[in-house]
């Protein structure tokens, strides 16, 4: 990954960089708005679908979270600024193995 604070940075502010990890965040929470709710701890649950409607509300703090948690979790090689190397699919796993911290899941919180 861009091991460099500066790196990750550059990928992070790149206006394309922000529209890929951005469409991926939207279809994350639309998903996540049909959740059941019997399908997570009612903490979790909660916290999840707060973070989707802020998201969809287009709550432009929530998603520069995702924007540096994603480049962080992902970029593929110490010296890369280029992010077009990052694929869809890296992407959108990122942003659903991410979506818990960025909604303050806690462990305490998946327990129903």
Known sequence: MATSLADQGVIAEDSAWQS???????????QIMGEAKDTKGAVEWVKRQDLAA?????????????Y????AHIAPDPSTTDHTTISDTDITNAVTA???????????DLVA
Do not use: P
């Not at 802020?54 to 995702?66: C, E, H, P």
């Open 20 to 30: 890929r990890v951005k469409q991926a965040v939207m279809l994350a929470a639309t």
């Open 54 to 66: 802020a998201v969809l509300r287009s709550d432009g703090q929530k998603l520069m979270t995702f």
């Open 98 to 108: 991410t979506w818990g911290d960025v909604a303050n899941v806690r462990e305490e």
């Open 68 to 71: 540096h948690m994603i480049v």
